[in-house]
């Protein structure tokens, strides 16, 4: 095969397809074929009844709609700050050095570890969720953001400059509009990462969510049931990386 | 009269990096550009030609000595000096149009008489029918032109030019030549022209400034007196050639000292 060489788009979407296909052939040979036993791994067709039975029974409806409402509420907390925050120490490198330090220290302690220290402060409830979220996401977020905006192409604010513009119409009018498709990129990007947290938060001490749900199956050994769950914080991923992808491709149609 | 443009023993020396020695990228260097003068500023790569400019611009700060633009100090960018760079620096995310109308906005000028003046350059410069196309769908050359038209729509005092047409094949590289000397001769704005061609220099300006390699000073300058307008087939004249036998002359000692030292 020639590196680097494109495909037509039917081939692409053919063999995507078929690595899924792939897979739920390989998962039915084991099940059906009876090479695992039922207890560590339900076979699809008892993972999809398991599934319906979760929204019939057991009112699953309800644990995604909590889950999906802290991860967007964790999610634009995280970014109100972070965004606003990046660009400025992008800009400004006074700010930058101020916080860059204790930020990207404070990126590396592992946000999970923060879950008895978060439930200690505010309990089990939804503050905790969102405070576990916001942590995961709006450290790295700013700082990745902070690069790109510093990382602007000197040029053209030296063009903005030699054609009258403030260093506050250099942020607005170049810095921001420069990389903005980007720092859409990184949103995308941690909207990824907080789908995990999210997960960690509610396998411990929650009573609600998709995590929860997974943690209950655990006890009564229906792995059907959590692996129907993964499946679905899979494709409610899947999707909304997508959209977001699409309105990216919407937004900046100036770029790529 | 007084200079439009006066620069005043302008020096220049970059701080040493780590280790090493401060570098001396411009000595002491003197040229006074008058009013609707096209002067163009000859010389090797390296040779710090384009600190120069770029400190006119206000985009770099002089070492030592000062430069006055209609007698006033410059301290830092300004819309007065209009500027056109080699790499393609229309922003990416504007239209033709509203590239042209850039600084404009800046100003604060309403967006009808904004769009009006911009048609204007853009029919002047042949853009008409690009006003809503966005930089990555334009060639290098209309790239420029655009850049030309934005720095024009401001309606500088000077415009500086810093080997715009550098990154266009040869051919472009003419026209687009043609069309910077038909606009100076209509609007007789002064120019600051900076290229490594001499051809180039020759075509357009009416005073060639010769630089000295690295570090660089003005050693020569040279008054070109083809007349106005001035037609392409110019090149092919014998003035021409003499002209040009003159500055090779001139520019291949300071190429060869620059080669040795490198």
Redesign the interface.
Known sequence: MTPLKPISRGAQVALGVAFFALFIAAWSAATFGGFVPKTFLADPLAMLREGAELFTKHGFAKDIAYTVWRVVGGFVLAASLAVPLGIAMGAWKPVEAFFEPFISFSRYLPASAFIPLLILWAGIGEAQKLALIFIGAFFPMTLMIAVKVGATRRDLVEAAYTLGCSDWGVVKRVLLPASAPEIAEILRTVLGWAWTYVIVAELIGSERGIGHMITDSQALLNTGQIIFGIIVIGCIGLVSDYAFKALNRRLFAWGA | MAAKLLIDAVSRTFPAARGGKPTQALQPTNLAVDDEDFIAILGPSGCGKSTLLRIV???DAATSGRVLLDGVPIV????D???V?Q?Y?L????TVRENIG??MR??GVAAVERDARAGEFMKRMGLAGFEGH???QLSGGMQQRT?LA??LA?DPEIL?LDEPFGALDQQTRSLMQELLLETWEASRKTVLFVTHDIDEAIFMASRVAVFSARPGRIKHEMAVDLGHPRHYTVKTSPEFAAYKARLTEEIRAEAMKALVEL
Do not use: D, I, Q, V
């Not at chain 2, 830092?76 to 819309?79: E, I, L, R, S, W």
């Not at chain 2, 922003?91 to 504007?94: D, K, N, R, Y």
């Open positions: 611009a206000g985009l830092k960018p300004g819309p000096r209009g500027m760079f790499s620096t922003f990416p995310w504007l850039f600084g800046e100003r966005y930089p990555k850049a934005r720095a401001n500086l």
